[in-house]
């Protein structure tokens, strides 16, 4: 069966859940410019699968999730700093990591059912 819709993609749901939790505990963060930068590539990793969805070819599609994948790596960076910082703790830092990890990989699985 052929998915009809970019919001029905388990991806894409699992980096929307992504992007609201790292909105939630980055909202009050003083520091502008990182709460910024976090939540921007939080917000790329739905984004783009978004747009990949309805391009022209499978192939470009594929393009579109690696650059997902990477949006998340930039979360997982960040949410190290975050936590180096003194900006989350360790529990924080582990809820982001996982979720980070579990969208990574289910973005990796639908890459290789595409491939």
């Known amino acids: 069966m052929k998915i009809q819709r970019f919001e029905d993609i388990i991806c894409w749901q699992k980096a929307q859940d992504l992007a609201v939790l790292v909105y939630k ?43 997902a994948r990477a949006s998340c790596d930039e979360v997982k960076s960040m949410t190290y700093l975050a936590h180096r910082l003194g900006y989350i703790d360790v529990s924080v830092k582990s809820k982001l990591l996982d979720n980070c990890e579990e969208v990574s990989r289910v973005i990796y699985g639908l890459i290789k059912a595409l491939k």
């Open 25 to 67: 505990h980055f909202d009050e963060t003083k520091d502008r410019s990182f709460r910024s930068q976090i939540t921007r590539a939080s917000v790329s990793v739905s984004n783009n699968i978004a747009e990949g969805f309805n391009r022209s070819s499978d192939k470009e599609f594929v393009r579109f999730l690696n650059i």
